[in-house]
T-cell receptor
Framework: DGGITQSPKYLFRKEGQNVTLSCEQN?????MYWYRQDPGQGLRLIYYSQIVNDFQKGDIAEGYSVSREKKESFPLTVTSAQKNPTAFYLCASRRTGDLYEQYFGPGTRLTVT | KNEVEQSPQNLTAQEGEFITINCSYSVGISALHWLQQHPGGGIVSLFMLSSGKKKHGRLIATINIQEKHSSLHITASHPRDSAVYIC????????????FGKGTLLTVNP
């Protein structure tokens, strides 16, 4: 079945460590996204990529980095520079074009102590 | 400021009731998205609509482009409908980027 996978579902890290969240899709979608969700707030865009080897900063990119070396994969690294990294992280993808839905992965809940 | 506003923030209903969740946005858009997030966290796309009305089972979504307003209705609500419902719209210059509402937490009691 086609879909988006994120691993792991729960991730625990010590403050000061970088951590990489995985996102893989087999939907053959060109565009991929990373969102952050905090209690009481809407999803906020961290980074997005419309095509392989290209990505753009979203609204809250500081402290995060991404790569897009393959169409299927869009890993997100939460660096030690991110001041409040504890959050729920969602990856999404969609087809190129105006009127296509976004498909979401199951999310990774990151806790940094 | 480009915004997507939802109301109510929280909604509690009895099984069988008709539910309405509202969404308003600040600028013209190409399409509006309704999403559902269950307690486990995963998000499912319910509707994407650019005009009129769409129906899927007991769910109905409507949009009024002139008034910049959309509604999500649930008929004959059931406890399994309990979830967070989120509307989202591409408010910026790029249709690739969505702005999300804060969500409406719906609880349907048996």
């Amino acid at each position: 079945d086609g879909g988006i996978t994120q691993s792991p579902k729960y991730l625990f890290r010590k403050e000061g460590q970088n951590v990489t969240l995985s996102c893989e899709q087999n939907l053959n979608h060109d565009a991929m996204y990373w969102y952050r969700q905090d209690p009481g707030q809407g999803l906020r865009l961290i980074y997005y990529s419309q095509i392989v080897n290209d990505f753009q900063k979203g609204d809250i990119a500081e402290g995060y980095s991404v790569s897009r070396e393959k169409k299927e994969s869009f890993p997100l690294t939460v660096t030690s520079a991110q001041k409040n990294p504890t959050a729920f992280y969602l990856c999404a993808s969609r087809r190129t074009g105006d009127l296509y839905e976004q498909y979401f992965g199951p999310g990774t809940r990151l806790t940094v102590t | 400021k480009n915004e997507v506003e939802q109301s109510p923030q929280n909604l509690t209903a009895q099984e069988g009731e008709f539910i309405t969740i509202n969404c308003s946005y600040s600028v013209g858009i190409s399409a509006l998205h309704w999403l559902q997030q269950h307690p486990g966290g995963g998000i499912v796309s319910l509707f994407m609509l650019s005009s009129g009305k769409k129906k899927h089972g007991r769910l109905i979504a409507t949009i009024n482009i002139q008034e910049k307003h959309s509604s999500l209705h649930i008929t004959a609500s059931h406890p399994r409908d309990s979830a967070v419902y989120i509307c989202a719209a591409p408010l910026g210059s790029s249709n690739y980027k969505l702005t999300f509402g804060k969500g409406t937490l719906l609880t349907v009691n048996p």
